[in-house]
């Protein structure tokens, strides 16, 4: 199994940086890639970036190109989430995932086989 806690959330105004970490401890897989999502009050999940572990290459979802960045720490087993310029409708609960079965990168919440709970991000106007 593996486990994926979230920190780093937390009440920032608009224009603000906040950075997520996401520990992972557990059995990991060969070739295993991880994402980060989130969903905001009365909205559906959203995808907001994902990196392959290995060689760490990365994609991301339109509305966060340019203020976002996806990264991974070999050494720590630890993803990040670099929020930079963020804006109000970042208002959300972040989560990481994590899986293992497909290849390429992978935007569709199903084809994640772990989860953390989740940290909230909240920002001012």
């Known amino acids: 199994q593996v486990q994926l806690v979230e920190s780093g959330g937390g009440l920032v105004q608009a224009g603000g940086s906040l950075k997520l970490s996401c520990a992972v401890s557990g059995r990991t897989f060969g070739n295993y890639y991880m994402g980060w999502f989130r969903r905001a009050p009365g909205k559906e999940r959203e995808f907001v970036a994902t990196?392959?572990?290995?060689?760490?290459?990365?994609y991301y979802a339109d509305s966060v190109k340019g203020r976002f960045t996806i990264s991974r720490d070999n050494a720590k087993n630890t993803l990040y989430l670099q929020m930079n310029n963020l804006k109000p409708e970042d208002t959300a609960v972040y989560s990481c995932a994590a899986g293992y079965a497909r290849s390429g990168f992978i935007t569709n919440a199903n084809d994640y086989n772990y989860w953390g709970r989740g940290t909230q991000v909240t920002v001012s106007s």
């Open positions: 990196i392959r572990w290995s060689p760490g290459s990365t």
